[in-house]
């Protein structure tokens, strides 16, 4: 029966729940810019290439 016992022990639990998603999803690392175009993307056009040539060029202009 649904009293507010096992109302507490749900919120409870759902909040646990919810903390240790949080918690995995914010361990993955961060995706890197070129990743937008190779996993985005299921066929690369001569335009994306071009554009993911651009982005390549311009973080190792800033990485220096």
């Known amino acids: 029966l649904w009293d ?3 109302e ?6 759902a909040a646990e729940d ?3 998603a949080v918690a995995k999803a914010e361990s ?3 995706p890197s810019p070129e990743d937008i ?7 690369m056009t001569p335009q994306l290439n ?4 651009n982005l390549e060029g ?3 202009e800033g990485r220096k």
Request: glycine share 0%.
């Open 37 to 43: 175009f190779l996993y985005t993307y299921k066929e």
């Open 50 to 53: 071009q554009q993911l040539d």
């Open 28 to 30: 993955v690392p961060l």
């Open 4 to 6: 507010e016992s096992f």
């Open 58 to 60: 311009f973080l190792k």
């Open 8 to 13: 507490k022990i749900v919120q409870e639990k």
């Open 18 to 20: 919810v903390e240790k």
